[in-house]
T-cell receptor, first 114, second 114 residues
Framework: GDSVTQMEGPVTLSEEAFLTINCTYT??????LFWYVQYPGEGLQLLLK?????DKGSNKGFEATYRKETTSFHLEKGSVQVSDSAVYFC?????????????FGKGTKLSVKP | DVKVTQSSRYLVKRTGEKVFLECVQD?????MFWYRQDPGLGLRLIYF???????EKGDIPEGYSVSREKKERFSLILESASTNQTSMYLC?????????????FGSGTQLSVL
């Protein structure tokens, strides 16, 4: 079945460092890809998405490019802030599947130190 | 803004008790979901509902049931709580069918079963 694999955390960075969180997927057809973020004590919220190959999603300085050839959707940010400390979830939705529901990765915890 | 409200932030119950987790959304969304979130396992879908009085099993429905008597309210029921149901439970909602990409999450209920 469809699945999402993301790098295990935790990831600890200093403020203004470059961030990459790797995400790869397995899916039949042409899924849409997402990054969700969960700040401490809160539920998840959509960060960005891409719906087709070579699309780039971006929001709040974060970017991710849908790479069909490598089945990847890595999250990047050029300069992280302490306020970016959160858990990040990669997810996919495969409209060719039976349910059309989101499938989440296990999450990567990011801690940014001042 | 969409608001998804879960009735309790923390809940402590005893093994064998019947437990009700309540979720209410205020945006007239058709779709509602219950997930559990566990360290190292990410989010797993328990049940979801596309309409009033309608429910479908997710990936891990065993030991759980749900009720959707009104559009805005989706309840998760643990008929006889067990220690392996200790977890963070997240409720989510989304708009009409085919718009499950953007889920709006509640803040979660941390359930401890002793």
């Amino acid at each position: 079945g469809d699945s999402v694999t993301q790098m295990e955390g935790p990831v600890t960075l200093s403020e203004e460092a470059f961030l990459t969180i790797n995400c790869t997927y397995t899916a039949t057809g042409y899924p849409s890809l997402f990054w969700y973020v969960q700040y401490p004590g809160e539920g998840l919220q959509l960060l960005l998405k891409a719906t087709k190959a070579d699309d780039k999603g971006s929001n709040k300085g974060f970017e991710a490019t849908y790479r069909k050839e490598t089945t990847s959707f890595h999250l990047e940010k050029g300069s992280v802030q302490v306020s970016d400390s959160a858990v990040y979830f990669c997810a996919l939705m495969n409209y060719g599947g039976s349910q059309g529901n989101l499938i989440f990765g296990k999450g990567t915890k990011l801690s940014v130190k001042p | 803004d969409v608001k998804v409200t879960q009735s309790s932030r923390y809940l402590v119950k005893r093994t064998g008790e019947k437990v009700f987790l309540e979720c209410v959304q205020d945006m007239d969304h058709e779709n509602m979901f219950w997930y559990r979130q566990d360290p190292g396992l990410g989010l797993r879908l328990i049940y979801f509902s596309y309409d009033v009085k309608m429910k479908e099993k997710g990936d891990i429905p065993e030991g759980y049931s749900v009720s959707r008597e009104k559009k805005e309210r989706f309840s998760l029921i643990l008929e006889s709580a067990s220690t392996n149901q200790t977890s963070m439970y997240l409720c989510a909602s989304s708009g009409g069918r085919g718009t499950n990409e953007k889920l709006f999450f509640g803040s979660g209920t941390q359930l401890s079963v002793l």
